[in-house]
């Protein structure tokens, strides 16, 4: 069953006494809105022209991209701020219907998302091949496969899928133009092993684009079949998933998806706050669910703001990747930053644990007025270096993002992905920056961070801040969020002159 959505209606007519409104929505009305709540709603209609009080009190429970305003209501300066500041949207009247039966269950408040572990699938029992397996990374396949399609690799166990819900599904691979794929998708009704209720097949042409399992029948559980022909080689890498919001966003309503030449994936979020200074940036950390982070710490500062997270490996690979797959990232800032019309100065860029490393190298780029991280982690040959001993089985993702990197886990390796980092940090004039800098002590994961900034660091005017707590890596993560969002607060009230509502 869907989760309600909540959704404020600002009219002279009751849509619940003109529209057929579905059970899952909880559609308020109001003629003079003075009260606002605490959450935020899910949907906005606007159907009269708004006071500037009002405006004031939506603000502060408009989510960015959910705001629709029916044609014909009256735009005065104060709305129209509004309505770009949110995104809004105009809606035509004979629409709205269509609208609350169709597109308002899409605007879900609790997304969801992930990478399948490549344990949960298997490899064909017919396939006569060589097989290898590369970590948590990808399954190795080479051979023959034959003249017709065949079965090659399969997930062990259904994936559900709820009646009121689609799950957009992404295949991420590389393979020999010698081999053709197809993927076959069956749905069976939850409870029974036999009761196949929709059946999908996708080309390998549909599956360069982003599929969408609808349901809409039963609850049930997907059984998930990529096939083959040809001879060569093919490497599974990973099969994502996540709840759809069939094209009004992903994760987020109004999230967008970048996808690379190599299949990869970056996802980003732009919320215009008040469009004044400073564009907030901030990366996600590494994260098996997939989804943006940090989502209410940077609404609540009221500034424009920019989440940056990517799908790949387990839970990312520290936004390291080839030559498209950075530029991409720098040019997402950029566009943000030129719709807003602001310079490196006004902005800021943030994250912890892996975010601090994103935050670190495209801030040698972007050489933003400060950078606010906790729990930095820059040297990541380290990182993987230390799981044999000083963090045996915690973090192995590590190992596989030198792989990932360099091809390989020896020293050279290691080496090559730390000077990655340094080579790029050192070539950077951080005049005029701020390093803002919350550590551990005794971090299992990095234990050079932090003191490797300062030495690395030798432009004439930047400043460094750094708070110590003792403890390995996620041993004070409350302690560490707190500082961070301390410093946050007094950059933007010291520099911008911005008041933070506690």
Known sequence: MLDAIRVLQLGTSDFNKIYNVPD?????FSENFINAPKVAYDLIFVDRSLSDGEIELLERVTKAYTLYVVEGVEFNASMRFYYARSKGKTIQRADIQGFLDNEAKNYFAKPYGEKMRISNFAVA???????????????????????EYKQIIYLRNNLPLAKENALDIWLEYEKDDSVQLEMEVTLYKSGEVATELKSWLFSEKDLDELVTLDNGIHNGGLFISIRAKGYGKFKFIALHDRISRRGHGCFLPGGKREVFSNREELFYYFDPGDMKPPLNIYFSGYKTQQGFEGYYMMKKMGCPFLLITEPRLEGGAFYMGNEEYEKGIYRIISQHMEELGFNSSQVIMSGLSMGTFGALYYGCDILPHAIIIGKPLANIGDVASN????????????????????GSIDSTAINAVNKRFWDKFDKTEWTDSKL???????????????????????????????????????????????????????????????????
């Not at 091949?129 to 023959?144: M, R």
């Not at 190992?399 to 990932?404: A, E, G, P, Q, S």
């Not at 490797?452 to 750094?466: A, M």
């Open 387 to 406: 799981e044999r001993i000083h963090r045996p089985g915690a973090f192995p993702t590590s190992l596989d993002v030198v792989n990932y990197l360099e």
């Open 125 to 147: 029992h017919g396939f006569k091949g060589t097989v290898k397996w590369d970590g948590y990374y990808s399954i190795n396949l080479e051979g023959d496969y034959g003249a």
């Open 24 to 28: 899952y929505i909880e559609l308020e």
């Open 436 to 502: 803002i800098v919350a550590y551990m002590i005794e971090d299992d994961y990095d234990s050079k961070a932090y003191n490797n900034l300062i030495s690395h660091t030798k432009s004439d005017g930047v400043q460094i801040y750094g708070k110590g707590l003792h403890g390995r890596h996620n041993d004070a993560t409350g302690g560490i969020v707190a500082w961070f969002k301390t410093q946050y607060n007094k950059v933007l009230k010291e520099d911008f002159s911005r008041r933070i509502d506690k």
